[in-house]
């Protein structure tokens, strides 16, 4: 159901791939950990490049993706904003290749508005956790403790999720 894709949530693999891993397959150990929070200033979909100028190195493994998405939530702008900034695919490959784990974003979708379908498989099909809805307009880019607590929906391809940051 799309129901559980709205608010703060996560993806399960299910979503997109219809693979059968669904909410309760997700590993707890994915969800709690060091996390790093970056800022990325793109105006337009986030590339490759765009990461790369942000200096990843490979050492993180959790990222959460603050864009000026982020002003949407300070402007209580509840209603869908179709032009939201999110990874392109080579954006996606790029963090599979970096060893992502865990990718948080500040809007509802990690995926173009326009063509969502091959964002979320490449980040699914690499096992990555997608967290999406997350609301870091208060949030400044470093290092944090990451605690995602998902509802455990049995069958669900996503769930809303309670996320929580704590200065490392």
């Known amino acids: 159901s799309r129901s559980v894709h709205i608010g703060t949530h996560v993806d399960a693999p299910d979503h997109f791939l219809g693979n059968g891993k669904t909410v309760e397959d997700?590993?707890?150990?994915?969800?709690?950990?060091?996390?790093e929070?970056?800022?990325?200033?793109?105006e337009g979909q986030i590339t490759q490049t765009d990461l790369q100028a942000v200096g990843l190195d490979g050492r993180q493994k959790r990222l959460l993706i603050k864009t000026k998405n982020s002003e949407l939530?300070?402007?209580?702008?509840?209603g869908f904003q179709e032009d939201f900034i999110a990874l392109d695919p080579?954006?996606?490959e790029y963090l599979v290749e970096m060893g992502m784990e865990v990718i948080g974003v500040d809007?509802?979708?990690?995926?173009?508005?326009a063509?969502?379908?091959?964002?979320?498989?490449?980040l699914l099909e690499a096992g990555i956790l997608i967290i999406e809805g997350l609301n870091l307009s208060r949030?400044?880019?470093g290092k944090y403790q990451l605690y995602c607590l998902p509802l455990k929906i049995e069958g669900s391809d996503?769930?809303?999720a309670r996320v929580l940051l704590q200065a490392d």
């Open 115 to 122: 063509d969502p379908t091959p964002t979320h498989r490449i």
């Open 158 to 160: 996503g769930a809303p």
């Open 139 to 141: 949030v400044a880019a």
């Open 37 to 42: 929070v970056i800022e990325v200033p793109s």
């Open 107 to 113: 809007y509802l979708s990690v995926a173009p508005y």
């Open 26 to 35: 997700i590993p707890l150990e994915l969800m709690i950990g060091k996390t």
């Open 73 to 78: 939530w300070t402007q209580g702008n509840i």
């Open 90 to 92: 080579d954006a996606a």
